[in-house]
């Protein structure tokens, strides 16, 4: 349990609009990060080595991206006891992302509602913050770095600017995350379909390459899929993964379907929608993904995690890794360690 809990916080945070909320945890956990005050919400990381893509995960809970765009609290965040953190998404330029208000708290439904946009101050900030990072990964810590294209970017151009990013991000990444299911940036879902993805991931390889004779060490790829598909489209995603030698698949990112929050306030803003009324959209493409990919394909889940039996779930569905988000806003820092002993102990049952 951190020094801090949660349960004396959050009503403090939930009284703010969401975005200040943020951006106020945000800067506290940069300016206290590998100071003394760290042990305000730090916790024990729980032990659970896993390898995965030819990486050593300390254990199976990461941070999902976006809650951490410019990388800036990377060792803050480690702090917590994940054994991963994905930061990003970055874009190649700066951008502001969508007019505000654009992040809507559902509490009934455990629920957020974003259309951020992908607001990131870059890749030369983004590549700075993540250099500075230093005892999360010293400590072992596994960091991921998520991808995307400018919304200036037309959608035919788009694989220039994940070209741009690769090259930008891949010597500071354990593993480098592809987003092409964000909802909030145009026709970028349009990248999932069979054609365009093919075209953009042997781009992304062939530079990978490319990158791997420059830098050395072949740093893995991760692609970051939608819950809005159906299990055709799953399973032509799963076919282009493989044929393209792409190292692994991120399920999934928020989504577009509102039926599970009918009727809540904000339920009609327009966005992705994540925590736990995604759970179990996430679980399903998780479960076609295992079924198309076979038994050893690595498979990060995420969506809807609130708790240890969700994490557990993900794992149940066929996923290797848990990443969270929504779950740390509700939940607090203690969600990393009770998913983390939930999956550590299913392993000591088996
Ligand atoms: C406010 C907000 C911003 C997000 N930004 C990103 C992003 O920049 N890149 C990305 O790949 N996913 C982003 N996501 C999606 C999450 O990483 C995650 O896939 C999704 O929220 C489902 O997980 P959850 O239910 O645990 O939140 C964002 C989610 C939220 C709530």
């Known amino acids: 349990m951190p020094l801090v809990p949660y349960a004396l916080t959050r009503p403090f945070l939930f009284g703010l609009d969401p975005e200040h909320a943020h951006e106020l945890t945000m800067n506290s956990l940069a300016r206290l990060q ?29 941070l999902g991206a976006g809650l951490d765009k410019n990388g800036r609290c990377i060792d803050g965040l480690g702090a917590m006891g994940f054994g991963f953190i994905e930061v990003g998404t970055v874009t190649p330029r700066a951008q502001p992302g969508n007019p505000k208000p654009r992040m809507f708290r559902l ?28 005892s999360f990964r010293a400590g072992g810590g596994v960091l991921g770095l998520n991808i995307g294209k400018n919304a200036a970017t037309p959608i035919e151009r788009a694989v220039d600017d994940y070209l741009i990013a690769l090259a930008g991000v891949y010597p500071h990444a354990d593993y480098v995350a592809v987003n092409i299911s964000s909802p909030n940036t145009k026709n970028l879902r349009a990248l999932q379909s069979d054609a365009a993805l ?33 299990e055709a ?52 493409v998780i479960r076609q993904l295992r079924a198309a990919l076979g038994k050893r394909y690595p498979i990060i889940g995420i969506g809807g995690v609130m708790s240890g039996a969700d994490a557990l779930a993900k794992i149940e569905a066929g996923a290797d890794l848990v990443q969270i988000y929504t779950g740390l806003i509700y939940k607090g820092p203690a969600l990393v360690s009770e998913a983390a002993r939930a999956l550590q102990s299913r392993r000591q049952e088996r």
């Open 34 to 62: 590998n100071t003394p005050a760290q042990c305000l919400w730090q916790q024990p990381r729980v032990d659970d080595p896993v390898q995965l893509a030819g990486l050593n995960f300390p254990n199976r809970i990461g």
């Open 107 to 134: 509490p009934p439904a455990g629920a957020l509602i974003n259309r951020m946009g992908f607001n990131n101050e870059g890749l030369d900030a983004f590549v700075a913050n993540v250099q500075r990072a230093r």
């Open 198 to 230: 093919d075209a953009l991931l042997s781009a992304l390889q062939a530079r990978r390459l490319e990158l791997q004779r420059q830098h050395g060490p072949s740093v893995p790829l991760f692609v970051k899929i939608a819950p809005d598909l159906d």
């Open 233 to 284: 489209q799953v399973a032509l995603i799963a076919a282009t993964l493989q044929r393209n030698k792409i190292d692994g698949v991120i399920a999934t990112n928020t989504t577009v379907a509102r039926e599970a929050v009918a009727g809540l306030p904000h339920a009609d803003e327009a966005g992705g929608l994540s925590g736990r009324p995604l759970a179990e959209a996430s679980n399903r």
